[in-house]
């Protein structure tokens, strides 16, 4: 069993930065991909970014390349996505994603964190 919980949303301008973070408790003697998903509303939930569990590989979603970064500090037993040139499409609910095996763009992970809300203001 692992717990997730993500914080570091809120409300940001057009093209401001944000940083979430994603703590982990429980099972952290795992070898966990984290991973970052969204959900606007009325759409469904999407694949952001991923990174394996020593960090050395790292996967994008096409309209967040060049923009987040995702990154984790295994000490800490916490994930990042820093978020910069923020806009008004990436307004949404973004969760953070564990999963005992190779990184994955599909919603197969393992354990779900609660979510935190970011607003980008146009």
């Known amino acids: 069993q692992v717990q997730l919980v993500e914080s570091g949303g809120g409300l940001v301008q057009d093209g401001g930065s944000l940083r979430l973070s994603c703590t982990a408790s429980g099972r952290t003697y795992s070898r966990y991909t984290m991973a970052w998903f969204r959900q606007a509303p009325g759409k469904e939930r999407e694949f952001v970014a991923a990174i394996s569990w020593r960090g050395f590989s790292t996967s994008y979603a096409d309209s967040v390349k060049g923009r987040f970064t995702i990154s984790r500090d295994n000490a800490k037993n916490t994930v990042y996505l820093q978020m910069n040139s923020l806009k008004p499409e990436d307004t949404a609910v973004y969760y953070c994603?564990?999963?005992?095996?190779?990184?994955?763009?599909?919603?197969?992970?393992?354990?779900w964190g609660q979510g935190t809300q970011v607003t980008v203001c146009s």
């Open positions: 994603a564990a999963r005992a095996a190779l990184p994955t763009t599909t919603l197969q992970y393992d354990y």
